[in-house]
């Protein structure tokens, strides 16, 4: 089983609608991920999660919202769609030792279309 | 100025030559350099990072960090067309609740031919 995994992998919704990307990993690590991939502007942080009682807005948050239900478990909301999100959606997860690199693993991604 | 911009694509080359990548960054605070690769219509997976200046190599794969002038490039050896993919290039900012998070150039699209 993959360490990381995203639902839905495809949706499509229409403008207005709330919609839910959920994220599940079995690594075990602390830190969680949100970021979005628009073609030739790479990935762009949307949330993130240093434990479940830590949330940080990163540099594209407006739009959206978070909920870090378990260590195990960060979900993103859309409150009401728009279709300049539509984009690629990726979860990734990391283990910070302190003082050290930290590396990111990402989930397979969620390809969200809004119309 | 982007953070992290790396060499506009696409890139190709012949089976077997080396592949150059390259990215720079405008934080001087930068600490952690990452290379990840992306297939299409995959997630990125990690290649690599680099933290110290210089070379580090991993197989067909070397990273080479000059922080004086804040640049940071992958070599790929030997190309191979299962090489052909997009290369992102990730900076990671030092000191407190910057740890992990990482800035993403564009990405470069490299594609090897037989």
């Known amino acids: 089983d993959a360490d990381v995994t995203q639902t839905p992998r495809n949706r499509i919704t229409k403008t207005g609608k709330r919609i839910m990307l959920e994220c599940s990993q079995t690594k075990g690590h602390d830190r969680m991920y949100w970021y979005r991939q628009d073609p030739g502007l790479g990935l762009r942080l949307i949330y993130y999660?240093?434990?479940?009682?830590?949330?940080n807005k990163g540099e594209i948050s407006d739009g959206y919202s978070v909920s870090r239900q378990a260590q195990a478990k960060f979900s993103l909301s859309l409150e009401s769609a728009i279709p300049n999100q539509t984009a690629l959606y990726f979860c990734a997860t990391s283990d910070f030792q302190g003082g050290s690199t930290d590396t990111q693993y990402f989930g397979p991604g969620t390809r969200l279309t809004v119309l | 100025q982007k953070e992290v911009e790396q060499n506009s694509g696409p890139l190709s080359v012949p089976e077997g030559a080396i592949a150059s990548l390259n990215c720079t960054y405008s934080d001087r605070g930068s600490q952690s350099f990452f290379w990840y690769r992306q297939y299409s219509g995959k997630s990125p997976e990690l290649i690599m990072f680099i933290y110290s200046n210089g070379d580090k190599e991993d197989g067909r794969f070397t990273a080479q960090l000059n922080k004086a002038s804040q640049y940071v490039s992958l070599l790929i050896r030997d190309s191979q067309p299962s090489d052909s993919a997009t290369y992102l290039c990730?900076?990671?900012?030092?000191?407190?609740?910057?740890?992990?998070?990482?800035?993403f150039g564009q990405g470069t699209i490299l594609t090897v031919h037989p």
């Open positions: 990730a900076v990671e900012r030092a000191g407190g609740t910057s740890y992990g998070k990482l800035t």
């Open positions: 999660s240093f434990d479940v009682k830590d949330i």
